[in-house]
Structure formats: structure tokens, C-alpha cells
């Protein structure tokens, strides 16, 4: 009897974070080359396109904690690459809801990276943070519609600010200024005529 109490005793602490406690229902992505945000989300069961991308982002360590942990020591040398966000929506009880942040490095070599701050609200608790990696995550996040490089996302991030001036819209803007500069010089002239006699 003892042994298999013993049994589930150990096999309760084996299970993973994402059978234990209740994640996310949606994560929003944004960072530079994302015209809008990435949305993903989804129903809280274990093999939910919402609950593998936490399990992939760390979001289950970092938030809760587990032993043994996956989380890295710190945080990774050299240049992890553009940084973007994610945004969770955790829901709570007594209809509640938690809103974590989390910082993401999809171009980190070797593997994506990803860190969430200690000390965030969720549940009766706080976050208690960390650094992960995961060799699936950039993947996943460019089947939802990440640029496949940095490069790519530096580009589409500098042509989406550049739309602003490809569209007309510097035209307008000179010629505002123009007329703005045409009316202050002509009303200082106004301003200088001696007065008729």
C-alpha cells in the first residue's frame, strides 16, 4: 500500500505545469516587422494550439514554477535580436482576469528565447519568473505570421513606416506647411505697415 501511494505521490510531481494549472486563453504578439498583433488562443486543454505555444514560450515555469526546472540560469549571452511582447490573458476565478507580460527573442541563436519578469499578479500568487528557450517556438510563431528572419521583419517594420510617406501623405504634409509659412509671413507684413494716415 505504501508503495503505491509512493507511486502516485512521485507521478503527481512528474506531470507537467500545463495539467496542474490553468493557463492562458489568449497571447498577443508585437514587435517590429507585425503590421497587427499576433493573436493566438484558444481552449485551456493540454494540446491546444494556445496551450502548446505557453508550454513552448515557458510560460508555465516562469509563471508557476517547476520542479525540475527548464528554465535557464539567466539570461543568455550576445545579442538575442529584436525584442517583441507577448500579452496573456489568464482568466481567474470569481471571473477575474490576469494579464501577464513576457519579452520574446524569436531570432536568438541557437533557439528562440523568452523572459518573463518575477512578481506579475496571477491567481493567489506572483509570477516567478525566468529566462527560457525553445527550439519550436520561432516555428510556431512563423506559421502564425512572424517574419522568417530579422532581416525580413527589419524590412517590413521600415517599409511599414515608410507607407506613411509613400502614400501622398508627405505631399500634403509640405504643402500644409507651405501655406502655414506662406500666412505667418504674410500677416508679420501686415503687422509692419505703418498705420494710413
Not at 493573436?39 to 485551456?44: A, D, L
Not at 502614400?167 to 500677416?187: E, N, P, S
Amino acid at each position: 500500500m505504501k508503495r503505491i501511494i509512493l507511486a502516485l505521490a512521485i507521478s503527481a510531481l512528474a506531470l507537467p505545469a500545463t495539467a496542474l494549472a490553468k493557463g492562458p486563453s489568449e497571447a498577443s504578439i508585437t514587435g517590429p516587422g507585425l503590421g497587427n498583433a499576433i493573436k493566438i488562443s484558444g481552449p485551456e486543454d493540454e494540446g491546444s494550439p494556445m496551450m502548446r505555444f505557453a508550454d513552448q514560450a515557458g510560460f508555465f515555469a516562469a509563471a508557476f514554477g517547476q520542479q525540475p526546472s527548464p528554465l535557464l540560469p539567466g539570461r543568455p549571452k550576445g545579442d538575442l535580436g529584436p525584442k517583441y511582447r507577448i500579452a496573456y490573458t489568464v482568466p481567474g476565478p470569481d471571473n477575474k482576469t490576469f494579464h501577464i507580460k513576457q519579452e520574446l527573442y524569436p531570432y536568438a541563436r541557437p533557439y528562440a528565447v523568452t523572459y518573463m519578469a518575477g512578481g506579475q499578479p496571477i491567481f493567489d500568487s506572483h509570477t516567478q519568473g525566468g529566462w527560457s528557450s525553445s527550439p519550436l517556438l520561432k516555428d510556431t510563431l512563423v506559421a502564425a505570421g512572424l517574419p522568417k528572419t530579422a532581416a525580413a521583419a527589419r524590412d517590413a517594420a521600415s517599409s511599414s513606416s515608410a507607407g506613411f510617406f509613400s502614400t501622398g501623405r508627405l505631399g500634403l504634409l509640405v504643402l500644409v506647411l507651405l501655406v502655414l509659412g506662406a500666412a505667418t509671413v504674410a500677416m508679420r507684413r501686415r503687422a509692419q505697415r505703418p498705420p494710413a494716415a
